[in-house]
């Protein structure tokens, strides 16, 4: 199983890889975002959102649920570590309180008369 996830995950690296190069060049001015939609943000973003910061304007109005999608992700990521986290410790936790109640068991025995160690055997088996 784990070598099919490492060929899986290899394949997709591949592909990401090879699909960089139709990527455009940064700066590139002849790029659709470059031609078409900075001008249109440039010129248009007072008027549409009331905002005269055009980078307030892009993310919360014209990209907006862009952006409640990107807190989210980093929100859901976040809990999930602290989730993740505080389950291995409440787990190490559990693990140590049972060592400990065997080693109380093994010394209540020791303090027991002869008949009820030998009952207390039997309840084990």
Known sequence: ????????????????????????AIGDKNSAPNTHITPYYIEN???????????????????GFDTLEETTVMFLAGLTTVLVLSAEK??????????????????????????AKVEKEAEKR
């Open 1 to 24: 199983m784990r070598r099919i996830s490492t060929i899986i995950m290899a394949i997709a690296l591949g592909i990401f890889c090879f699909s960089v190069s139709s990527l455009p």
């Open 45 to 63: 973003s007072a008027k549409d959102t009331g905002s005269p910061n055009i980078v307030t304007a892009v993310l919360a109005d014209y990209r």
């Open 90 to 115: 409440k787990e190490h936790n559990t693990k140590k309180h049972h060592k400990n109640s065997g080693q109380e068991m093994e010394k209540t025995t020791e303090t027991m008369p002869e008949a």
